[in-house]
């Protein structure tokens, strides 16, 4: 009964109100603050960032134990890691890594890729971009981006988290915002956009 009295006076509802107007204008400013930092954060990026474009670890080299790999992750029924194999889910390892001795693993696969750098599988789009002769075509893509497109790119630090960015679809991959350019062909690791296909 006290509380409803109270809450009846304008001075409490004009208090709340106050209240809820002050936690409403930090909490915006906050976030403009956040948003500021992280764009001035990729601006202040060197000009000169430089791509890691090898894997600091090797298969082959016994001597050292092999503590992770990165992956695609996102594959329903394939993956590939950052050492360009692809392989099954289940012939992935606990370290992440595709198991090599699988036979249905391979590396640098482009089996459904055009010459145009564009694939029908995202998994394979990754692993022929990892390539290491498709570095000099993937450094013109990161001199020639556009400025806002070099934002995004200049967070990626090495060649595998480059090719799975550039994998993607992307607005050069749709047409109308709403119809793939070429269905069968939608991840592109390559400096031009899919072949527009008749409908």
């Not at 409490?12 to 209240?19: K, M």
């Not at 590396?107 to 599988?121: E, H, I, P, T």
Request: charge should be positive; glycine fraction near 4%.
């Amino acid at each position: 009964m006290v509380l409803r009295r109270l809450l009846r006076k304008r001075w409490v509802l004009g208090v709340v109100f106050g209240l809820s107007l002050i936690y409403f204008l930090t909490s915006t400013l906050k976030q403009e603050e956040r948003t500021i930092r992280d764009r001035t954060l990729l601006e202040v990026r060197d000009s000169d960032h430089q791509i890691q474009w090898n894997v600091k670890f090797n298969l082959g080299n016994s001597s050292r134990q092999i503590s992770q790999c990165r992956n695609s992750i996102q594959g329903k029924n394939l993956l590939t890691d950052e050492l360009g194999y692809v392989c099954e889910r289940k012939d992935l390892l606990v370290n992440g890594c595709c198991n090599v001795n699988t036979p249905s693993t391979t590396q640098y696969v482009c089996k459904s890729c055009l010459a145009n750098g564009c694939c029908s599988v995202y998994e394979f789009c990754v692993s022929c971009c990892l390539q290491p002769d498709k570095q000099p075509l993937l450094e013109r893509f990161l001199n020639r981006a556009a400025e806002g497109f070099q934002n995004l790119f200049t967070a990626v630090e090495d060649h595998f988290e480059l090719c799975l960015a550039k994998c993607r679809t992307s607005s050069q991959s749709v047409q109308h915002e709403n119809t793939y350019r070429n269905p069968q062909a939608k991840f592109c690791y390559g400096e031009s956009p899919p072949e527009l296909q008749p409908v």
